[in-house]
């Protein structure tokens, strides 16, 4: 993986875990044991994604075995009481399915997890067919980018492109994820600028702006503003 523009295709698993549309109660609940998963993807025909069966599209089919469970509190749950009913992956999955596409950023696959309240989804290409999974396990792969990596986009990306010709007066050191930018710049009001860009490549958790307006040779011009 390389560059700021990662996408989901870049951490996506494409070794996917799914069942048909058929499958029946007990298979579904055998796979999630066998391969340790908590939901899968629902599939018919060639792979078009149709809904996502997950353990909790499961549970009530135990949940409602209890006869001891008031009417009333039935009919609050009809869905549930539903599933509860339920021997096939059509009738239990949820749909239609949470879906993200490859080229989606990880902002965007982490707001769509965030708001709709799943830990994975499924990646579909423009008409519905499996492609992969994202985890929000995935979504963290940029953060096991190497120190030294980030400080090189940080310089290529950010410092040469804001400060060409001065580039030479920044320096950019990463600990742990940290960005920390230290030295002279010609014009203060480019640091915030810096400081936005650094923080949108990938892998990096903070930045930390050390930049000052001074001019970086004796006797030199002085610097904006001043």
Do not use: N
């Not at 950010?158 to 710049?185: A, D, M």
């Not at 600028?193 to 990938?202: C, I, K, M, S, T």
């Amino acid at each position: 993986m390389t560059g700021t523009a990662y996408s989901v295709s870049d951490v996506m698993s494409q070794t996917v875990v799914a069942v048909g549309r058929d499958a029946p109660f007990k298979e579904i609940v055998r796979t999630m044991e066998q391969w340790k998963v908590s939901a899968m993807p629902v599939l018919e025909g060639e792979g078009r994604v149709v809904g996502v069966v997950s353990e909790a599209d499961l549970l009530p089919k135990e949940e409602f075995r209890d006869e001891e469970q008031s009417l009333s509190q039935q009919r609050r749950r009809l869905l549930d009481v539903a599933k509860a009913g339920a021997t096939t992956a059509g009738e239990l999955m949820s749909t239609p399915a949470v879906t993200v596409h490859p080229d989606a950023t990880l902002a965007q696959a982490a707001r769509i997890m965030a708001v709709r309240h799943v830990k994975r989804l499924p990646v579909v290409d423009g008409i519905g067919m499996l492609q992969g999974i994202v985890s929000r396990a995935d979504l963290l792969k940029v953060f096991l980018r190497s120190d030294e990596e980030i400080e090189d986009e940080v310089r290529r990306t950010v410092v040469s492109c804001l400060f060409p010709g001065f580039s030479h007066g920044v320096h950019v050191s990463v600990q742990e994820g940290v960005v920390t930018l230290r030295g002279h710049i010609r014009d203060t009001s480019l640091i915030s600028v810096a400081v936005r860009l650094a923080h949108a490549v990938e892998g990096v958790v903070d930045v930390e702006p050390q930049l000052t307006g001074e001019s970086t040779e004796p006797g030199g011009p002085p610097a904006h503003g001043s």
